[in-house]
């Protein structure tokens, strides 16, 4: 597709479940973001790669946060024992490299995770 | 302290009308990037327009234009001739020079409702 892909779209967990949510960015993307989205709030950045490499991962709230991109193409960020507090939509962008005159992150639609 | 400050939580605009969405932002970097971004009910977050700090001209880009004011720290968005489909989210963000990868920090956001 051209643009970023998310899945799934939504996600319904119960508390301690482990979910995984994946990204597949625009083809030849270098960099891939993923920012958490709280409810009537604004992105929150949680990690950064460049290629395979996290370069950045200050933003992952606690140890349950896990994010790889083995091959450098699609990632996955894996919440480990859910809780409530989870519950957000999470943003996956991309951005080529060299960035372009203005450099704006292309994002996904993002995937809604309900934590009951 | 905040990086960008969005102060509006929502607003009414009467279609056909011009509406100013507010931004300030604080910085130390001598240069950095403000965006603005538009998240309809769908989700996506769609690039709207960009501003660089060493830009001489305030941003237009079709019915946006962004009133860039360095000295008091302002990217605030103008959005002319306002249709219902301009109902949506808006969220102000910043690039900065020592920033992750290109990792932009976003504002709170404003709410934007169009009346017919």
């Known amino acids: 597709g051209a643009g970023v892909s998310q899945s799934p779209r939504y996600k319904v967990a119960k508390r301690g479940q482990d979910v995984a949510l994946r990204c597949d960015p625009i083809?030849?993307?270098?960099?891939l973001f993923w920012y958490q989205q709280a409810l009537g709030q604004g992105p929150e950045f949680l990690t950064y790669?460049?290629?395979?490499?996290?370069?950045?991962k200050s933003g992952l709230p606690s140890d349950r946060f896990f994010a790889e991109r083995p091959e450098g193409s699609v990632s996955t960020l894996k919440i480990q024992r859910t809780q409530q507090e989870d519950s957000a939509v999470y943003l996956c962008?991309?951005?080529?490299?060299?960035?372009?005159?203005?450099?704006?992150?292309?994002f996904g639609e993002g995937s809604r995770l309900t934590v009951l | 302290a905040q990086k960008i400050t969005q102060t509006q939580p929502g607003m009414f605009v009467q279609e056909k009308e011009a509406v100013t969405l507010d931004c300030t932002y604080d910085?130390?970097?001598?240069?950095?990037?403000l965006f603005w971004y538009k998240q309809p009910s769908s989700g996506e977050m769609i690039f709207l327009i960009y501003q660089g700090s060493y830009d001489q001209q305030n941003a237009t880009e079709g019915r946006y234009s962004l009133n860039f004011q360095k000295a008091r720290k302002s990217a605030n968005l103008v959005i002319s001739a306002s249709q219902l489909g301009d109902s949506a989210m808006y969220f102000c963000a910043m690039r900065e020079v020592n920033n992750a990868g290109n990792m932009l920090t976003f504002g709170g956001g404003t709410r934007l409702m169009v009346k017919p």
């Open positions: 962008a991309s951005i080529p490299y060299p960035r372009g005159n203005t450099g704006e992150l292309f």
């Open positions: 790669f460049q290629n395979e490499a996290q370069l950045d």
């Open positions: 083809s030849g993307h270098v960099s």
């Open positions: 910085t130390s970097d001598p240069s950095y990037g």
